[in-house]
T-cell receptor, first 110, second 114 residues
Framework: GEDVEQSLFLSVREGDSSVINCTYTDSSSTYLYWYKQEPGAGLQLLTYIFSNMDMKQDQRLTVLLNKKDKHLSLRIADTQTGDSAIYFCAEGTGGFKTIFGAGTRLFVKA | ETGVTQSPTHLIKTRGQQVTLRCSSQSGHNTVSWYQQALGQGPQFIFQYYREEENGRGNFPPRFSGLQFPNYSSELNVNALELDDSALYLC?????????????FGPGTRLTVT
């Protein structure tokens, strides 16, 4: 079956690193994604990783993929108050459908 | 280059009514996907339109239907509204149909069914 799970809430202090974790079930996933949603807004694609990679870095963002354990993480370095939002992990299975997790709400304390 | 736009922003309907939501895709994109996001949940895939044809569908009943126009804008129609249809409806545009590793989302339409 297709399922994406992530923890619901994460609180960090400004300047610390944030790590948001996600597990997925479909071993045929081709791309794995991280999206950000701010209050009252749509989703913003932050980054994605192809399933044959194990790491991708993009400025303050680092994505780690453990395909054996079907585990994906997003690390945000030097977290700022503007990073407070809901972060969605999602998997694509090579077809037309993208499966999203329920989202992790990141709260950054000043 | 214009981004993805959706209209209306908010909508209130009564159970049993019908509703039409609209989406204009990003310039140059020929694919539109629609998602339903219930409060506190992640988006659920409804269907995708590619070059005016339905290209795939999620687990939604036939009362959810859509259209894509020659300019690649799209409509989502929902008939016989139910209370559980209350949600944020998001559209996303991309290029090429199928899995879109670069989907751009609109701000959504918040539908409330009473």
């Amino acid at each position: 079956g297709e399922d994406v799970e992530q923890s619901l809430f994460l609180s960090v202090r400004e300047g610390d690193s944030s790590v948001i974790n996600c597990t997925y079930t479909d071993s045929s996933s081709t791309y794995l994604y991280w999206y950000k949603q701010e209050p009252g807004a749509g989703l913003q694609l932050l980054t994605y990783i192809f399933s044959n990679m194990d790491m991708k870095q993009d400025q303050r963002l680092t994505v780690l993929l453990n395909k054996k354990d079907k585990h994906l993480s997003l690390r945000i370095a030097d977290t700022q108050t503007g990073d407070s939002a809901i972060y969605f992990c999602a998997e694509g299975t090579g077809g037309f459908k993208t499966i999203f997790g329920a989202g992790t709400r990141l709260f950054v304390k000043a | 280059e214009t981004g993805v736009t959706q209209s209306p922003t908010h909508l209130i309907k009564t159970r049993g009514q019908q509703v039409t939501l609209r989406c204009s895709s990003q310039s140059g994109h020929n694919t539109v996907s629609w998602y339903q996001q219930a409060l506190g949940q992640g988006p659920q895939f409804i269907f995708q339109y590619y070059r005016e044809e339905e290209n795939g569908r999620g687990n939604f009943p036939p009362r959810f239907s859509g259209l894509q126009f020659p300019n690649y804008s799209s409509e989502l129609n929902v008939n016989a509204l139910e209370l559980d249809d209350s949600a944020l409806y998001l559209c996303a545009s991309s290029l090429g149909g199928g899995e879109a590793y670069e989907q751009y989302f609109g701000p959504g339409t918040r539908l409330t069914v009473t």
